[in-house]
């Protein structure tokens, strides 16, 4: 087959022609969509986004409230001393000797600092475990870090216990 001259001009217009009508149908196969609905789109994908942001900070204040209520509010040599108290008290109700309290290094964890102590214990296994037990509560606010137990006689039963507890305190600068 030749194309040459005339033949050649007349197959570009038809094959131009072809192409606009290609363009033509993919046009109005594909519509462009009008401003008012992509305004609308992003209008729901705002609102979309402002919920979940909504739900978002309403599980932070439930977990915040939460967390509330293990935090200590009073000033960091106050914690020391009433977590002695509270070592005491929990102590002597399960019958167990407070051989020492120690207190340790605070440590600082962004929002939270960690007032530490270690406690040394003697009495029955039993009792140094429920005391262990009677420590994660919201009226006591003290976690259990750690606990170690060593026999101690074997006559009595009895144990020592190193016992790491912890209070938890909100630092200076997320109070503000």
């Known amino acids: 087959m030749n194309l040459e001259g005339p033949r050649l001009t007349q197959a570009l217009a038809y094959f131009a022609v072809v192409l606009a009508f290609a363009m033509l149908a993919w046009h109005w196969m594909s519509p462009v969509p009008t401003s008012a609905k992509i305004i609308q789109t992003k209008f729901n994908e705002q609102t979309k986004i402002l919920d979940e942001t909504k739900k ?29 108290d509270i070592v005491t008290t929990n102590a002597l109700e399960r019958g167990l000797k407070v ?3 120690r207190p340790q290094r605070t440590d600082n964890m962004g929002s939270l600092s960690a007032v530490s102590a270690l406690v040394t214990l003697e009495g029955p296994f039993t009792n140094v475990m429920a005391f262990a037990d009677s420590l994660g509560t919201e009226e006591t606010r003290l976690a259990v870090k750690t606990i170690q137990v060593n026999a101690a ?7 020592t216990a190193s016992v790491g507890i912890v209070a938890y305190k909100e630092t200076e600068k997320s109070t503000k």
């Open 153 to 159: 006689d074997e006559k009595t039963g009895y144990v």
């Open 99 to 101: 051989v020492s309290f």
């Open 56 to 84: 978002v900070r309403d599980q932070i204040a439930e977990r915040r409230a939460v967390v509330e209520k293990f935090v200590w509010k009073l000033p960091e040599d106050q914690i020391s001393s009433k977590s002695l």
